[in-house]
């Protein structure tokens, strides 16, 4: 069987608004009462900037910040104003304006692009922070980021500047991309609460709905059991940004949210550091089903170089080159063998000495559940002289 294109959109979730004219009656005069009253603490200039955006400035990218402080505060000016105030404090102490510009502390080289990085975008454009502290589960390495008080606080800089440049990638406009989505590992996390404690409450002050979704990967049971607990206490919209799941389905609940191309290789993508992204196809295995994917019309001397991943793999996986000559022979090039769960992306290539069609089959047969999985190539001619 041929493979079928799989038509994966983000699962339902609506945003709010940011548009003036869609807001209630109720919340048009609790922005404009905002606006009005943060003029009158700023009239001497200069005027205040969050984010890159002058809130004086009457302007479609100063509503959607306003809009952020309100919603935080289920639009009571008084509170909302209190925030947003006790904000722009903390960043001229803090001197957050300048982070997302400034060069990062070469002492934490380290933890770039392990502990927390921006990686690609979602299906809906959204910029993707991913946040793994499973480094910190070591004592050494602990104690060298975070064993006294001067550590903690270099370390939550640089953790406010990664943020920083994140949200550069936004357009803070009414139609635009207003909000990140924060993928958090729970796999090996330490069980010091100190560093988690001062990030959640440093976000929570100072940087209101700017996360459209919270994923929770890697979730081991006593947390999903804590969170059965006080779930009853959230709100259903907070409830509706949170999204958990148990390791070993890691890669199928990304897939609903991201395109395998755009997800690291670790979590089940076919994302690789330092590699350019090249859109891939996806497709289903159903439960007991084999896919052959056949890429057609390979030249002689040309090379064929080819990432697939299914999530949650267990599955049978095998490659052949099928010469287009019939008196010539299907090569086995990779021989017929078991993916395990746990591996991450396969990347292969092959040359061929005539020319044919190279097989790649994923072959479900012995599993009632069904696969999402994905795949690409690139095939380059043999250079003519």
Known sequence: MEAATLGLGPPSFEEDTYIVSNLSSSEKKALQEIKAKLAGL?????????????LLSGSDRADVVLLKFLRARDFKVGDSLLMLRNCLAWRQEFKADGLAYEEEDPSLAELEGVVTYMHARDR??????????AAFKDPETYDRFLGDDEKLNKFLRWRVQ??????????????????????????DMPKKRQLSNRILSLFQ?????????????????????????????????????????????????????????DIPVQYGGLSRHNSPSKPASEFTVRGGEKVNIQIE??????????????GGWDVDYSVEFVPNAHDSYTIAVEKLRRVAAEEEAIHNSFTPKEAGRLVISVDNTSSRKKKVAAYRYIVQKRPTN
């Open 42 to 54: 700023f009239k001497i200039p200069p005027p205040p900037f969050i984010w890159g955006v002058d």
């Open 124 to 133: 809906c454009g959204r910029p993707v922070c991913y946040n793994a502290y």
């Open 162 to 187: 990664v943020l920083e440049k994140g949200i550069r990638l936004l357009d803070l406009k009414p139609c635009g991309v207003n909000s990140i989505i924060q993928i958090t590992d729970l796999k």
């Open 205 to 261: 002050d100072n940087y209101p709905e700017l996360v459209a979704r919270k994923i929770f990967i890697n979730v081991p049971w006593y947390f999903s059991l804590l969170y059965s607990m006080f779930s009853p206490f959230l709100t259903q919209r907070t409830k509706s940004k949170f999204v958990m799941c148990k390791e070993g389905d890691v890669a199928e609940t990304l897939y609903k949210f991201i395109r395998p191309d």
């Open 297 to 310: 019309g390979i030249e002689v001397g040309s090379s064929i170089a080819w990432d697939l991943v299914a």
